[in-house]
DNA sequence: CCGTTCCTTGAGGAACTCTTGAATGTAAGG
DNA sequence: CCTTACATTCAAGAGTTCCTCAAGGAACGG
């Protein structure tokens, strides 16, 4: 039932934004939210995503236009738009626009998980998982293959909370991570002692095995050297 | 955008179904019309469709019932459910059922060209080549003919949900498919429990009898080697 | 209608991972 | 130099995750 992906939400209204991520989050999906559509058009230059979910209705450009945009940037992204205007003319126009499927407000969380699950049965034939090769020094993160190598050859096997950590800080080589961002994105919670964390992190500086590769900023957060 | 293609109408309203019927073939389309639920599993046993317009609203059966037939004995056919029932009930259980896409009466045809044409875009998209032939290490998987070799001479006997599996993971040798993507794109929908993969799995593995070629990784999914 | 094949689900066990606590080590400030 | 706060290491219990074996039921073909 809660296959998790990555989505990027855009909604200018920060209260159904807010409650829209909260309950997507709960099923366990990966939520980036973009307020505007240039952070959308942003986020999206700079990630990969499995589903993006469109309010048609922004502040600073029209959703319309967005949605062209990154139909045209990328062909095979899953694209819900979401409107209140329920005019046949937009729901048309919506849909020739390039979304895969169109919701009109009010909508329900049981309507839109179901689209969502229309959506994500249809693309899960074709679509390639959001794939990107972290360097940071000598060591290779492989998100999709989930694999690590060190040094150009070494590989090594790291569990699961050890990856997430070292591929958030790959992300960003050389920027600090706090710990509580760390947490949040590992744990997606932050029920979790930071203890846990240091122990995880410690156990992933043993195996990879690269003295001053993983930084401790103390009082602040982890670092990854440049 | 007006591509020509082979629909199947179901629709008991003789006057709905007339007009609709001019109206798609003026398109181009070559449309069969069956006014009952059983002439549409007749019609659908003994031809191919591209595309299925499916009133749920039928005399002799319920009309959801249909849906799941036909998805059932063809799993990529692209489904257009139509329904006076505007019921956000009834639009959840369409999309579930396995229609592609939910149309409530009244409509215009310029919505319903719209929505024709987006899930066409979609199936397109989405459409396995009719042949490839996927190598991953020693194993060789031809989707067309559904045959897989291993060493370049023996022949293995898989069924049905086996092969799948293993076509889902050579497709992309040496990337982690997850769980949930894997069930999705087996399923085609993520009713059944995890447990059940682990063993189709197993019994993959043990037909393959290739150590270390179908690996897991923990608490994420499974990965071909490279 | 019967037999076969295939799919699903459950129980049990083994291996692995996560979390937590206590002890030890280290940097910064007075 | 000592204190204190912070960070790391070690170890062990609890909790997950995965695999194998086995049985019941559904689908299919004769």
């Known amino acids: 039932m809660g296959r998790t992906m990555r989505m990027m939400l855009v909604e200018d209204d920060a209260r159904v934004a807010a409650a829209l991520a909260t309950a997507l989050r709960r099923r366990g999906h ?10 959308a058009l942003d986020a999206f230059a700079g990630e990969a995503f499995d589903l993006i979910l469109l309010d048609l209705n922004l502040p600073d450009g029209d ?12 062909e095979t992204v899953a694209i819900i738009a979401v409107t209140a205007r329920a005019e046949e003319r937009d729901r048309v126009l919506g849909l020739r626009t390039g979304a895969d499927d169109y919701v009109v407000k009010p909508y329900s969380m049981a309507e839109l998980n179901a689209r969502i699950e229309a959506v994500m049965r249809r693309a899960a034939r074709a679509a390639p998982p959001p794939s990107e090769t972290l360097t940071a020094g000598p060591v290779t993160v492989d998100t999709a293959a989930r694999r690590v190598v ?17 591929a958030v800080l790959a992300r960003t080589p050389g920027v600090v991570v706090s710990y509580d961002r760390l947490i949040l ?8 002692g930071r203890h846990t964390l240091d122990v995880h ?3 992933l500086r043993a195996k990879l095995d690269v003295p001053g590769l993983v930084q401790t900023v103390r009082g602040v957060g982890y670092r990854l050297a440049p």
């Open 30 to 39: 990966e939520v980036v939210h973009c307020p505007t559509a240039q952070s």
């Open 63 to 74: 959703g319309i236009e967005v949605c062209r945009a990154l139909r045209r940037k990328d």
């Open 150 to 166: 060190v040094d150009g050859g070494r590989e090594v096997a790291l569990t699961r909370k050890e990856f997430e950590i070292l």
């Open 185 to 192: 994105a590992v744990w997606q919670t932050s029920f979790v």
């Open 201 to 203: 992190v410690g156990s």
